[in-house]
């Protein structure tokens, strides 16, 4: 059974840091794994995505400020968000999700199969 937990969310001042992780297990086949997140009152964008040849994207508005990397075991996949700077517009509640996308479309919600419960992002001044 395939299953994606996430962890690290909390409560940071602006321009602080936090890192979440999102540990995907009983996953043998995926092209892409990512963290999207979703803000009261608005869509569910995408973040960030890693893919399995550690091929990484970032949403414009997180570049340079977020960074995402991975951990490979059997069957078992880490992957991390490290998130610096962070803004008032971080706040968020922010999820994982695998999947077998393309460079493409890696920031399209129903390219991916498997979400987690999510993780909630607040960012105070």
């Known amino acids: 059974q395939i299953r994606l937990v996430e962890s690290g969310g909390g409560s940071v001042q602006a321009g602080g840091s936090l890192r979440l992780s999102c540990t995907a297990s009983?996953?043998?086949?995926?092209?892409?794994i990512s963290w999207f997140r979703q803000a009261p009152g608005k869509e569910r964008e995408g973040v960030a995505a890693?893919?399995?040849?550690?091929?990484?994207?970032?949403a414009g508005s997180v570049k340079g400020r977020f960074t995402i990397s991975q951990d490979n075991a059997r069957n078992t996949v880490t992957v991390y968000l490290q998130m610096n700077s962070l803004k008032l517009e971080d706040t968020a509640m922010y999820y994982c999700?695998?999947?077998?996308?393309?460079?493409?479309?890696?920031?399209?919600?129903?390219?991916?199969?498997?979400w987690g419960q999510g993780t909630q992002v607040t960012v105070s001044s």
């Open positions: 890693i893919s399995i040849t550690d091929t990484t994207y970032y």
């Open positions: 009983g996953i043998t086949r995926w092209t892409y």
């Open positions: 999700a695998a999947g077998w996308t393309t460079a493409r479309r890696w920031f399209l919600q129903h390219e991916y199969k498997y």
